[in-house]
């Protein structure tokens, strides 16, 4: 599969072809933007190995999952600033 430059201008007027060449496997693109890369055209059934999909490369009692748990529990405790002032202006004052 080759991989072609493509500026943001032409992507926009082709569209809809660009797409099927890349979904069938044809071509993947490169859009660029005033010379620069700015993303890119592949086909959506691409491998893509997520961090979330390993295994193996930590063991079950690693810190890792400790100190995530304790974020995740401390991000549940979290109320936000913008809450926390509507709250104050909901309060009756006295």
Do not use: Y
Not at 58 to 68: A, N, Q, S, Y
Request: aromatic share 6%; proline share 2%.
């Amino acid at each position: 599969m080759s991989l072609q430059a493509l500026s943001a201008a032409e992507a926009q007027k082709h569209l809809a072809e660009f797409l099927g060449r890349v979904a069938f496997g044809i071509e993947e693109f490169v859009i660029t933007k005033g010379g620069k890369r700015m993303d890119r055209l592949v086909p959506a059934e691409e491998n893509v190995k997520l961090l979330a999909e390993a295994k193996g490369w930590l063991d079950e009692g690693d810190d890792f999952f400790r100190t995530m748990d304790r974020i995740v529990q401390d991000r549940i405790k979290h109320v936000a600033r913008a809450v926390v002032g509507q709250l104050k202006k909901d309060l009756p004052e006295g």
